[in-house]
């Protein structure tokens, strides 16, 4: 069974940071590309980030230069590094395997100004 779990949300204050982690199970994580997206308040779904099996890394435009993702393959488990927060982060965090329907329950961000 795939689980996704999320964790390191929380409240915030403007330029303040967090460490998103999803911890994974039930697939090859390895040979995974995976990626993290968010949805605000009364919003759509918006990606975020993703990084491949590869190594390489893709941000949204918002996020550039302030958010970093990672991966530890040992661990089987993504993070994501969010720095300079600002109120338009504020969202539920999701992780997902990239192309799958597979989502964890997400963890909610917070941003105060």
């Known amino acids: 069974e795939v689980q996704l779990v999320e964790s390191g949300g929380g409240l915030v204050q403007q330029g303040g940071s967090l460490r998103l982690s999803c911890a994974t199970s039930?697939?090859?994580?390895?040979?995974?590309?995976m990626s993290w997206a968010r949805q605000a308040p009364g919003k759509g779904l918006q990606w975020v980030s993703s990084?491949?099996?590869?190594?390489?890394?893709y941000y949204t435009d918002s996020v550039k230069g302030r958010f970093t993702i990672s991966r530890d393959n040992a661990k089987n488990t993504v993070y994501l590094q969010m720095n300079s927060l600002k109120p338009k982060d504020t969202a539920n965090y999701l992780c997902?395997?990239?192309?799958?329907?597979?989502w964890g329950q997400g963890t909610q961000v917070t941003v105060s100004s």
């Open positions: 990084i491949y099996s590869d190594g390489s890394v």
């Open positions: 039930g697939f090859t994580f390895t040979s995974s590309d």
């Open positions: 997902t395997i990239r192309g799958s329907n597979y």
